[in-house]
């Protein structure tokens, strides 16, 4: 029997996790090349890495790096994503990159978009408002 192969489709890229962020809306995205890039930096692969995150035992460079290499996946040059992180993360409360950190994640791992309670776009007396 001559099996004939089957062709093989190319898998579409995951669509980015598209969130309001400082200024505006943007696209937070993980790509393969940039998990390893994320790996590399937190120096763990990226299941523990999300466990330990998931559980609240992280870095707060890890989060920077989660949301800092999500933007520039998402399409955003990589000196604009350092500015964004000082200018609309590192000021804020850390809970506010965990939110988002958290999102890029579970994201990049389901596919799913988790809506942000807790943002970098909002400020604590806002969503006490919503409460």
């Known amino acids: 029997m001559n099996a004939q192969p089957v062709p093989v489709q190319p898998v579409p890229a995951q669509p980015a996790l598209r969130q309001f962020f400082g200024d505006r809306d943007r696209d937070f995205r993980l790509t393969p090349e940039l998990v390893a ?4 930096i937190t120096g763990t692969g990226i299941g523990g890495f999300t466990r330990r995150v ?21 399409g955003t040059d990589p000196q604009e994503a350092q500015a964004l992180i000082a200018a609309y993360v ?6 506010d990159a965990f939110a988002l950190a958290v999102a890029v994640l ?26």
């Open 90 to 95: 590192a000021p804020r409360p850390v809970l």
């Open 54 to 74: 998931m559980a609240t035992e992280f870095r707060l460079a890890d989060l920077h790096a989660t949301i800092r290499l999500a933007l520039i996946g998402g």
């Open 106 to 131: 579970d994201h990049l791992m389901t596919g799913e978009v988790q809506s942000i309670a807790n943002s970098a776009s909002g400020s604590a007396a806002e969503r006490a408002g919503e409460a």
């Open 37 to 40: 890039e994320l790996e590399r």
